[in-house]
């Protein structure tokens, strides 16, 4: 720690530089083996099969592809990859006529503003068309070579940034930098909170405020593609990574995704939807086959994919893992078929780092090798030379290259950053770079808005005796190292893996440097002055003794806890990314039980990157309040200081269920490989994640999907539900299907059509402030399909956030698209209204309904 320590003084943001960065990649053995492949549509029609090692005379032909390559490149001998039999167009997707207001053609740039009555559905398919125009032309004189080398990283650490394409001709090249919260290894940038806590917001415009921020900063930097958001589903409670995404439910997920890809992309950077797809855990993430039933996949985790190309996402991530026992960066069901075919998605295609496994990934739909090399520093790549290669023997076919360099190109000319984007000016792999960190300050006034999102994104779990908010205590104590800042400044973990202070990240490449951390002892102190309370505090976890007579006799015991997690390639208090349990850190427990033995006004502050099981003191009487913090960001004590204080009235609510008993949840973390060299992970719940399960198995939870108190309450009256007219006529065709109960049919763009995707019913209902203070209220709305449909008995499909003053009463309004009242059809392929009447239940979280409607036929 020591030496640590000096550096840190020295040279501030050496620690948790790149230097130290060493992500798990995948580690293919050596290339070689036989190759089979069907090839089918434009890339030619023909079986190829081939013995890898006699292609090593290819491999000598000339190429300006940046990694040197030998050998063609299996892993495991014979690879067989399933292509797909469909005619593919690469691009662009054919688009209905725009239909103002609900269909406006949309330039990135100038998205529509946030509203979900009616959810817009912006079309982005004419400014596709005018990038690809350019980028057709742009790349109408390049070389076989030249072409590869935009589909090509430059390999690891040998640019500015964690991914890097090189620059050709008259095109400058492209960063590519984490995360979803902040600029990696960027100073004067913004640490904001994660994924999990805008989530914990339900509030549209304040993801798509956080998106745009933060996409202001990544142009700023120079960055081309910030590589985020990410939307994982947090299908395991302890999955390591869950707290960068947006919760258990695809829904909110996708929604969240949707405004925070809208968001950055309104700020200029291109987005990056990850981890395309079912990175669910991060035991075995590089060796493990996630097998998943076609209906489960469309329903649950690919659907906030979906919502992503809607949101004109311009990249997407494919993951370290298996689908079904094929690789994600090589599956062709996943990339060609669903995001390609299915979807419509006009951007690229990317690797995580190091997760291609083959050169003829990229005939299952892989655009982009990152960070390019095979291994990092293994000097050899899929792409470069074998790339180039395999187009010269016909392998791959020209217009399949073409496609790759349009897209990526094409997704650059998309965000107009070919228009006066700022050049990268910032080293990630070296703070001490004089020449090229320029030190641009791109922090503007975001901590504002990362103060919030901090108190929108916290969730008053228990509130009795009025304990909150706090009314002038006359004195209080802070107890646990939960409450104060790290013991070395907020950067003292290399990629923030680990923490001795308040806790605002989780840990791994999602994560950023804070420039400052406000710690809750220093959120609360400034907040307490105003009253003149005294303030007394106990950092020592461990001395229980302690703890308690220092809470006793005080008006106020507050308590700090938390629970931390990150990327695999770190291991923290002996957990591997993933928590090894759900209990809290840092004797949590124990210190919360000690104290509320002598305080009988004990409130408990969480700090966790996802549920904890909190069974041990929650229904213990001098515990007057649980303030569910989540993961904040720069501006942590402050947020927490406004909700204690009602400076901002509680009105976050839960993206997952908090379980009495860790069995209770689906689905289980494995950490044991049974001796398998790929680890089957068999999704068996199915579409049973989260809520879904609790709800069909019976199971009471500690506290729902959905849940959170106010200081306020609300009540819900006269609901309507009435049909919209569809905006055009040429799809009436399809809509009389829909409704006959015909599933959508296979096409290009199919999953995201207008037709299925305009809204269709408009609920109304009116909410009532019946407290004694201002308050937002989150309406929530849940859809009970028929039993024909096989469906969970409660699924989201709608929320708002609606403010309202004491006494008065707003009108509500949550529109639904006939998607959202669609099943996948397995046989059919396609989205299909099941047999039998839809309900649907407003309510104040998955199990607090207040109103009930049927949908009309
Ligand atoms: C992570 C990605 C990240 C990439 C680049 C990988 O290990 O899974 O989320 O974007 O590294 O740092």
């Not at 996948?824 to 979280?845: L, M, T």
Request: glycine share 10%; aromatic share 10%; net charge negative.
């Amino acid at each position: 720690m020591l030496s640590k320590l000096l550096s840190l003084s020295i040279i501030p943001f050496v620690l948790g530089g790149p230097a130290t960065l060493a992500p798990s990649a995948a580690t293919p053995s050596t290339p070689g083996g036989n190759v089979s492949a069907t090839v089918a549509g434009p890339y030619s029609s023909v079986t190829t099969s081939f013995n890898s090692s006699s292609t090593s005379a290819a491999t000598s032909a000339t190429s300006s592809a940046s990694a040197n390559t030998s050998g063609a490149s299996t892993t495991t001998g014979v690879i067989t990859i399933p292509l797909s039999s469909y005619s593919f167009t690469p691009y662009p997707t054919p688009t209905l006529n725009p239909r103002p207001p609900v269909y406006p053609a949309t330039d990135p740039l100038n998205p529509p503003s946030v509203s979900s009555d009616p959810q817009v559905v912006p079309d982005f398919a004419p400014a596709w068309a005018a990038a690809y125009q350019k980028a057709e032309n742009l790349i109408s004189d390049y070389t076989i070579e030249e072409k590869v080398n935009i589909t090509t990283g430059v390999g690891w650490a040998n640019g500015l940034c964690v991914g890097n394409i090189p620059p050709n001709k008259n095109f400058p090249g492209l960063c590519l930098e984490d995360s979803p919260l902040a600029v990696r290894f960027a100073d004067y940038a913004t640490a904001f909170p994660a994924g999990i806590q805008v989530a914990s917001t339900w509030n549209r415009a304040l993801m798509r405020a956080r998106g745009l921020a933060l996409g202001q900063e990544f142009k700023g930097k120079g960055v081309n593609i910030a590589l985020g958001p990410m939307m994982n589903m947090g299908r395991v409670a302890q999955g390591g990574r869950n707290w960068e995404g947006f919760g258990a439910d695809p829904f909110l997920t996708g929604e969240s995704a949707y405004e925070t890809i809208l968001g950055l992309q309104n700020g200029g950077v291109q987005a990056t939807a990850k981890h395309f797809i079912n990175n669910e855990q991060e035991h075995f993430r590089t060796s493990e086959s996630s097998n998943v039933d076609d209906r489960t996949q469309h329903e649950i985790y690919a659907h906030p994919f979906l919502r992503s190309v809607m949101a004109g996402v311009s990249s997407v991530m494919c993951s370290y893992n298996l689908i079904n026992e094929s690789y994600a960066c090589n599956n062709d069901k996943m990339l060609n078929d669903i995001l390609k075919r299915e979807y419509g998605f006009q951007g690229f295609v990317q690797s995580d780092w190091s997760a291609t496994m083959s050169t003829l990934s990229a005939v299952a739909g892989l655009d982009m090798t990152m960070p390019g090399d095979i291994t990092f520093d293994s000097g050899n790549s899929y792409f470069g030379g074998n790339l180039t290669d395999y187009v010269n023997d016909g392998y791959i076919s020209m217009a399949r290259l073409d496609d790759m360099a349009t897209r990526i190109i094409a997704a650059w000319y998309f965000l107009h950053q070919d228009e006066a984007y700022p050049a990268t000016n910032f080293n990630a792999f070296n703070s001490n770079d004089e020449v090229n960190n320029k030190h641009v300050n791109v922090q503007a006034d975001h901590y504002k808005l990362v103060r919030e999102i901090d108190a929108a994104g916290t969730v008053l779990l228990k509130n009795v005796n009025g304990a909150l908010p706090l009314n002038k205590p006359r004195n209080m104590v802070l107890i646990g190292s939960d409450a104060r800042p790290g013991k070395f400044g907020p950067n003292e973990f290399s990629d923030q893996g680990g923490s001795d202070g308040i806790l605002a990240m989780g840990w791994g490449s999602g994560t950023g440097y804070f420039p400052y951390l406000i710690s809750p002892l220093e959120g609360v102190q400034e907040r307490a002055r105003q009253d003149g309370s005294s303030v007394f505090w106990d950092f020592d976890d461990w001395n229980t003794v302690l703890a308690g007579n220092m809470a006793y006799g005080e008006a106020v015991a507050l308590v700090f806890t938390n629970s931390d997690s990150g990327e695999d390639y770190i291991t923290v208090d002996g957990n591997q990314g993933d928590r090894n349990n759900l209990t809290a850190w840092h004797n949590g427990d124990d210190l919360i039980l000690a104290v509320a033995a002598q305080n009988n006004n004990t409130i408990v502050v969480v700090n966790s990157v996802g549920p904890l099981i909190i069974e041990p003191w929650i229904e213990h009487p001098n515990i007057t309040a649980v303030v569910w913090a989540g993961i904040q960001g720069q501006e942590a004590g402050n947020g927490i200081a406004d909700i204690l204080y009602g400076a901002y009235n509680p009105s976050g609510r839960l993206p997952y269920t908090i379980a009495k008993d860790i069995a209770d949840y689906p689905a289980q973390l494995i950490t044991d490989d049974s001796g398998n060299e790929i680890v089957p992970i068999d999704y068996t719940e199915g579409l049973f994640i989260d809520y879904r399960h609790f709800d069909q198995a019976n199971i009471t939870p500690r506290f729902e999907f959905g849940f959170g108190l106010s200081y306020t309450t609300f009540t819900y009256s006269n609901l309507g539900v009435t049909p919209i007219q569809s905006s055009g006529t040429d799809q009436e065709g399809l809509i009389t299907a829909w409704k006959n109960g015909e599933a959508s049919p296979i096409a290009e763009g199919s999953s995201t059509a207008l037709w299925l995707h305009e809204p269709a019913f408009q609920v109304t209902f009116e909410v009532t402030n019946t407290g004694p203070v201002s308050g937002t209220e989150i309406p929530q709305l849940y859809i009970h399909f028929p039993s024909s449909a096989s469906e969970p008995p409660s699924v989201l499909r709608g929320f708002t956030n609606v403010e309202i003053s004491p006494k008065d009463t707003k009108q509500v309004s949550i529109t639904l698209s006939r998607y959202d009242l669609s099943i996948w059809d397995v046989v059919a392929q396609g989205w299909r209204k099941p047999d039998g009447q839809i309900s649907f239940s407003i309510g104040a979280s998955s199990r607090d309904f207040r109103l009930q409607g049927n949908i009309p036929a």
